[in-house]
């Protein structure tokens, strides 16, 4: 039998839905080409933003005619939106078989039996319930979930709802899942979590012993993190990504705004001088780091002079790239209510305002890369990523999943093009780590 995994949204979404994978891939289920010859779907949804949400609708109404072909064919809607809206999913396409929520994820390989069961008579009850590592994520990189959730009531965000509060993986469970990702092949960790960096177990050991141990795991070429929190950057996380050399040299760290009152109506925790400051310190303990981050715009009550903060908080940041938002309300959240909504026409002038700068500077940071070093993790045979997070093409095809150093010759509008010094022939396990 065939699995196909469909996943909208952000890198938890993708990790969820090959976690979601996992117990059927232990049943007998092999990766299918397409949906022609999918007997099961795993629809991983996504609802942090309208778009994202819509997109998935639309796609399990699409799903229709591939479940109608032979009604045996397993449908199952799974993430944010399941969570959110899932009794009116199941109301609105009453063809799918099994909604379940993102809090359900724990619970989901009992509830997966009893579909199997009735979609395909499926009658075993020695498959293990949750196979313990992702062996199936072979490639350069692989992404570690380490906690989910969030304790967090950012006012225009629906994640805590939708996700619950915080809950962390053991700290066993998430090195021998990075382990095993290694041994597959993958040669660089995506550790993710909503506010990744607020990771503790009950020992005392903090998200900062997590980098650690993940750095000393054989065959680890690099780590990054997804997403941190401003607030939960401490010095002893610092620290660790200083003394770690397999922490790639870049760090997305969403700001949102520049304006300290938004940050305030956003309940972010942190102002733009903390944030600033923070960065500053982690800039000097990280040779060459590299920034980027999140902006909304057009947040209710943002006014021209709010948004000129964060046109000057863009500039002061040196963001190498940022992901520039407008405001769209979630219903349930408390922003959702609020009295003095920014026009449209407004957030869209203010958009394209904080794009140019964004983009300007994301072309400063690529010019000044021409004729520097880097090392490129190939995703393929030409193209990667470099330590800094930009994409790299290379002038001749290399091995995927190798680290190659290269020399940056020039660049497009958003990535580096570079002549590869040392194509590796095999796997980069034996090469030196630093990033
Ligand atoms: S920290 Fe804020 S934006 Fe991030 S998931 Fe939690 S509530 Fe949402």
Redesign the pocket.
Known sequence: MKLLVISFGCQMSTADGAEMARPLRARGFESASGLGDADAVILNTCTVRQHAEDRALSQIGRLKPWKEERPGRLLIVAGCAAERIGAWIEERFPYVDLVVGAKSIEAYPAILDQALKRSFDWARDDAPAWPAAAQEQAGAGAYVTVMRG?N???T??I??AVRGPELYRPFDTVLAEAGAALSAGARELTLLG??VNSWRDGSGRDFSDLVRAVDALPGVARQRFM?P?PFFLTPKLMRAMADCATVAPHLHL?AQSGSDRMLKAMK?NYTSMSYLAKTETLRTMVPGLALSTDFIVGFPGETEEDFRATLEFASAGDFCTAYCFKYSAREGTAAASAPDPVDETVKDERLARLLELVEANMRRRLDAMVGTRVRVLLEDATDGRTQFHFRARLDEPGVPGTLVDAVVTGRTDTALKARALSLASRPVAVVSLSS
């Open positions: 969030c967090y009531a950012c225009y965000c994640v805590p909503q506010t997403s929190h969403p972010r």
